[in-house]
């Protein structure tokens, strides 16, 4: 990744990028904040937070992070198994995956390491359609997921249905490239990228939590970026 460009070296000390700093968002934002005496009153409120998480630096290219392996996933012997603590588990195939609905998100990339990404136009199918079909039993709080390089993150099961959630299939109306995790990823918005599973092959439904790959390693359970839960 490029770190070195003008914007990246503002980003990362800090400073508001492009035109006349006074008149960044940023400075407004947190004027208006100081007027309000917001910080004093506690957390903002989700909407009113920066988009820039704590420790971030903007970036306009893409990074490529994995553990070496980029498995080769062809669409004619794709599967996607949906099991555990749910009433209807199912197995899709490639063809049974293009029936489903297609959705769009917009959304930004905020990646561990410390780069973020803004404006990323996913198309696939929403995690939400997938529980809906799925049927949860009440039992049902985490999700494992498990990807063709043996890779595995989990989620709460309240954040893996969220509206934003995707397992996508095209980024800026391109199918994804084998190294960004076609033919199928998972992406979670609200959190650090780690818990966008690549090449993803099972969406386990689970009661105890199960920490996955990245997790028994030392990063955070959940990994939210506003408050930089990075490391566990
Ligand atoms: N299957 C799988 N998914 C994965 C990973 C991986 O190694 N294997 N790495 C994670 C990490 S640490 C990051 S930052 C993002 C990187 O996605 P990208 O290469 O498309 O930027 O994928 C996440 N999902
Ligand atoms: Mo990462």
């Not at 971030?56 to 080769?72: A, F, H, K």
């Not at 490639?94 to 198309?123: E, G, K």
Request: include cysteine; charged fraction near 25%; proline fraction near 8%.
């Amino acid at each position: 990744m490029a770190k070195d460009s003008p914007d990246d070296m503002m980003a990362e000390a800090g400073l508001p990028q492009g035109g006349d700093p006074t008149e960044s968002k940023l400075i407004e934002t947190k004027r208006a904040w100081a007027r309000e005496g917001r910080l004093l009153t506690g957390a903002a409120p989700a909407a009113e937070r920066p988009r820039l998480p704590p420790g971030q630096r903007l970036v306009t290219s893409w990074p490529v992070l994995d553990l070496g392996i980029q498995p080769e996933v062809d669409t004619d012997t794709w599967t996607l198994t949906v099991d555990g603590l749910v009433d209807r588990p199912f197995t899709w195939n490639w063809a049974d995956f293009l029936a489903q609905p297609v959705v769009s998100d917009t959304s930004d990339i905020h990646c561990v390491t410390s780069w973020s990404r803004y404006d990323n136009h996913w198309q696939g199918v929403s995690a939400r359609h997938l529980v809906t079909l799925a049927q949860p039993q009440p039992d049902a709080a985490h999700v494992l997921l498990h990807s063709h390089d043996g890779y595995t993150t989990n989620l709460r099961l309240a954040v893996f249905d969220d509206a934003d959630v995707l397992l996508a299939t095209r980024w800026e109306g391109q199918p994804l490239t084998r190294e960004h995790g076609g033919p199928v990823r998972l992406v979670v918005p609200k959190a650090y990228f780690w818990k966008s599973a690549k090449w993803i092959r099972r969406i386990q439904f689970i009661n105890d939590d199960t920490p996955g790959f990245w997790e028994v390693r030392g990063y955070h359970n959940e990994g939210d970026p506003w408050t930089e839960q990075r490391y566990g």
